[in-house]
């Protein structure tokens, strides 16, 4: 009878011990109710962009493209203008001085954009590629433009190793925008002393000296004249565009420590236009704005 009791138990706990297991295998994949289940997911990795989130508004910045020359007696007063318009809107105005006829004048550039923007004297001021104008014209466009919503907006991140430039530009949209789109690449370099020829001043208002410097003077175009050609469609929201191996020692400068690179989507048919702009300096993680 014990021999009996004793088998039934034995027989009792392998059937115990055979269902746990069963059941055991079962949780990883069809169980006693026919569902299915799978443990193993994984979570996306989250890239996170070095200059953050894309934001769902931007900060509207224009671009003074103004032209000068050092055999311009009445530019001084035009580059005043500019750093005023600067100064008077900290981080929302971007000046580019394009230079004519002197040592530090780009000639392809300059012909190309003064005849796109019908430059008629000097100086003459450009406000976002609309006609360019006299000096006393240029502060109201600037406050339109920048009175409006912007569709883009611009991030940067800057790295320079013994005068090599690495530049990538983030393009942030929260709709796509239409095909057409350019997107220009330039640097500047602040504070240039002015070439032995001298600046001519005819101003009674701007005192042009020995200690005289050039403003915001445009040394190097990266992309072509009229920008490269951008899409603005991906639905991650931001376009990126790398610019590699810029050779910064090519382009005249004087101190390193001066150099800005400035950035603008634009568009050259009519109606001329630049969506929005960003200016960032050497070794710098320009954020969106």
């Excluded at 006829?101 to 406000?127: A, C, Q, R």
């Excluded at 530049?167 to 239409?178: D, E």
């Amino acid at each position: 009878m014990k021999k009996l009791l004793a088998l039934s138990l034995l027989t009792a706990l392998a059937i115990g011990f055979s269902s746990c297991k069963k059941n055991a295998n079962s949780a990883s994949g069809t169980n006693y109710l026919g569902y299915t289940s799978n443990n193993n997911t994984t979570t996306p990795p989250v890239v996170t962009l070095p200059v953050g989130d894309v934001p769902l508004t931007f900060t509207k910045k224009a671009v003074l493209e103004e032209f000068t020359g050092e055999w311009c007696g009445w530019c001084p007063e035009g580059a005043k203008v500019m750093v005023d318009a600067i100064a008077a809107n900290p981080g929302k105005v971007i000046g580019i001085a394009v230079h004519d006829g002197d040592p530090m004048e780009i000639p392809s550039y300059n012909s190309w954009i003064k005849t796109l923007t019908n430059v008629t004297g000097f100086p003459n001021g450009s406000v976002d590629r609309a006609d360019a104008s006299d000096r006393g014209s240029w502060m109201g466009p600037i406050s339109t433009e920048l009175t409006k919503t912007p569709t883009v907006g611009i991030a940067m991140v800057t790295k320079t190793k013994n005068n090599i430039a690495n530049v990538s530009v983030y393009i942030g949209y929260n709709t796509p925008i239409a095909a057409g789109s350019k997107l220009t690449l330039v640097v500047t370099e602040d504070h240039v002393p002015q070439s032995a020829g001298g600046q001519h001043n005819y101003s009674s208002t701007v005192v042009v000296d020995a200690n005289w410097q050039h403003s915001h003077v445009l040394r190097g175009v990266v992309t072509a004249n009229q920008g490269d050609d951008v899409a603005l469609n991906s639905p991650k929201k931001y376009t990126l565009v790398e610019f590699t191996g810029i050779d910064l020692s090519k382009m005249g400068i004087n101190n390193m420590a001066n150099v800005q690179f400035a950035a603008f989507v634009n568009v050259n048919t009519t109606p001329r236009d630049i969506l929005n702009a960003q200016e960032a300096g050497l070794n710098e993680i320009k954020k969106w704005d």
